[in-house]
């Protein structure tokens, strides 16, 4: 079964993207601006991005309300294809946004048999949104999303978790993995959306620290980040 192939998914999916492809227009223009500040070389940008987010990063994202920041087509079916794969029944993501990404994670849950996904967001608006999309999809049954500051949000995600998205403020991408870390699964696949941070970078690349992970040639440039849980 391919829950993404029914019409009801597959139709709430496709406004979604048209939606996002509009909205995020003006702000993917400012940030290829920032890149050609900066010589042109989009790895230094990413230290500007960094110190912004880190100097008040509630600020920063209250300034994306209107924004989705969604994933791709190609990489929310690589989302999931990867749930499927580990047959993930508690995903945890972080930046829901307005529910794109959690469609095709929870229509994963779905044709595993059923689980849990649980996502933070920040913007209540946007909360509201994925909600209500999770509604036309038929998928909310599935999915709890929990509105406020990650770092308080999923402090406890109640039980082992197989899958994790990141896909919010990506300066908090080390500091959320170190969060939901007690609760991983061996062989849980964290998945880093926009993984800019040298830091969590080389947290997650270095064994010793039980992952294993590489960048992943998907939507070249936007710094993808595969990771599976060793120890």
């Known amino acids: 079964m391919n829950t993404l ?19 995020d227009r003006a702000h993917i223009a400012a940030r290829i601006a920032q890149i050609e ?19 008040d990063y509630l600020t920063i994202h209250h300034g994306y309300a209107d924004n989705f920041l969604s ?6 079916r690589f989302l999931y294809m990867i749930a499927r794969t580990c047959w993930a029944k508690r995903i945890v993501e ?13 229509a994963a849950l779905r044709d595993n048999g059923g689980g849990k996904l649980i996502g933070s967001e920040l913007e209540p608006a946007k909360a509201a949104r994925a909600r209500s999309s999770l509604e036309v999809a038929g998928l909310a049954d599935l999915v709890e999303i929990r509105e406020g500051d990650a770092l308080d949000t999923l402090r406890d995600v109640g039980g082992e978790v197989d899958l994790l998205l ?14 939901v870390e007690p609760f991983l699964t061996q062989g849980a696949a964290i998945l880093g959306e926009n993984a800019f ?12 620290n039980g992952y294993l992970s590489q960048s992943l040639p998907i939507d070249d440039g936007r710094g993808n980040e595969f990771t599976i849980r060793t120890a």
């Open 5 to 23: 192939a029914t019409s009801r998914v597959a139709e709430t999916l496709n406004v979604l993207h048209e939606e996002a492809e509009i909205a």
């Open 37 to 55: 500040e900066a010589g042109g070389n989009f790895a230094q940008a990413i230290p500007r991005w960094l110190a912004e987010e880190r100097a």
């Open 71 to 76: 994933v791709s087509q190609a990489y929310g």
């Open 94 to 106: 972080f930046g829901t946004s307005m529910g794109i990404s959690t469609i095709y994670l929870a």
């Open 166 to 179: 990141l896909d919010g403020a990506f300066s908090l991408y080390l500091p959320v993995l170190r969060l």
């Open 197 to 208: 941070d040298p830091a969590y970078l080389d947290y997650v690349r270095n064994p010793a």
